[in-house]
């Protein structure tokens, strides 16, 4: 049986993401990320590193979606929402850099006393 994706008026959908767009979205992807994801299957899909995922989990964030002991595991369409509502991108750092100011070089047009 094929999924269509809920009719609506406005395409793409605005408003916080659903079960059932995410169902529909991961639907053809459910031989490479099952309903309950292991560790490495939830990194890939999430773009973090397996050990920034688990020191994530210990921090006490995804926890409608992490299934917590060993191992650690995921039901895969609440880590989506959880991502999507509520998850910082894994590649933004969360204080902006700054450049420190150079420090200026030592007059050298003095000579060192003896």
């Known amino acids: 049986m094929k999924q269509t994706p809920p009719q ?3 395409f793409p959908p605005s408003g916080p993401l ?15 990320y099952p309903p309950i994801l292991s560790l490495p299957q939830a990194a890939a899909l999430s ?3 397996p050990g920034s995922l688990k020191k994530i989990v210990s921090q006490g964030r995804f926890l ?5 002991g ?7 369409d609440r880590f989506v929402l959880e991502i999507a509502h509520n ?6 750092s969360a204080k902006p850099f ?10 050298i047009t003095e000579t060192p006393k003896r």
């Open 64 to 68: 409608d979606s992490a299934i917590r």
């Open 98 to 107: 700054k450049e420190e100011p150079k420090a200026t070089p030592p007059d």
């Open 47 to 49: 773009h973090y590193t």
């Open 18 to 32: 659903t079960m059932e767009e995410v169902q529909i979205a991961l639907a053809p992807l459910a031989d490479q």
């Open 70 to 76: 060993r191992p650690l595991r995921f039901w895969r």
């Open 87 to 92: 998850a910082t991108s894994p590649r933004r």
């Open 8 to 10: 609506s008026s406005s």
